[in-house]
T-cell receptor
């Protein structure tokens, strides 16, 4: 069935360094790729998303890139800060099914001061 | 701001009990979802609904059912709770309106323990 693989499962960086999280998807019909951030004890929240007609999107220190041919997309966080510490989930839309997402297993990012 | 409210933050039930998890959203969203979150497994879709009285199975529907009698309320039912259903349950909603960006709004979750 459809699948989203996410790597790495844990990532530790020094404050100020960059962090990259990578995901691959299997459903060729996926056209929407959001990223959610979940801080400890809190609900997941959307931080950035990208559609299949765009190759890259930036929002301040975060950016997402998409390679449709290779079926992979990545989250890039620059100048990391301790408040970036959280679990990050990538997701891909399921075919033409609006709002129906397949999530990756998550990456626990730790930013050390 | 959109509010998705789950009725309980923590719940402890016994094996075999019937369990109801309630979710209410206040933004007139058409879509509602129930996810289960387990460490190392991410978010897995149990059931979803695109309209009142409508329901669709997600990836792990076994042992669960749902009810959507009103647009704002989506209930998850564990017919006979088992220990392997101990988990964090997250409800979410999103809009189907033209121009809506498919953003999911999550509730704060219900941590269910089945003993």
């Amino acid at each position: 069935g459809e699948n989203v693989e996410q790597h790495p499962s844990t990532l530790s960086v020094q404050e100020g360094d960059s962090a990259v999280i990578k995901c691959t998807y299997s459903d060729s019909a996926s056209n929407y790729f959001p990223w959610y951030k979940q801080e400890l004890g809190k609900r997941p929240q959307l931080i950035i998303d990208i559609r299949s007609n765009v190759g890259e999107k930036k929002d301040q220190r975060i950016a997402v890139t998409l390679n449709k041919t290779a079926k992979h997309f990545s989250l890039h966080i620059t100048e990391t800060q301790p408040e970036d510490s959280a679990v990050y989930f990538c997701a891909a839309s399921r075919g033409g099914s609006q709002g129906n997402l397949i999530f990756g297993k998550g990456t626990k990012l730790s930013v050390k001061p | 701001d959109v509010k998705v409210t789950q009725s309980s933050r923590y719940l402890v039930k016994r094996t075999g009990e019937k369990v109801f998890l309630e979710c209410v959203q206040d933004m007139d969203h058409e879509n509602m979802f129930w996810y289960r979150q387990d460490p190392g497994l991410g978010l897995r879709l149990i059931y979803f609904s695109y309209d009142v009285k409508m329901k669709e199975k997600g990836d792990i529907p076994e042992g669960y059912s749902v009810s959507r009698e009103k647009k704002e309320r989506f209930s998850l039912i564990l017919e006979s709770a088992s220990t392997n259903q101990t988990s964090m349950y997250l409800c979410a909603s999103s809009s189907r309106r033209p121009g809506a960006n498919e953003k999911l709004f999550f509730g704060s979750g219900t941590q269910l323990s089945v003993l």
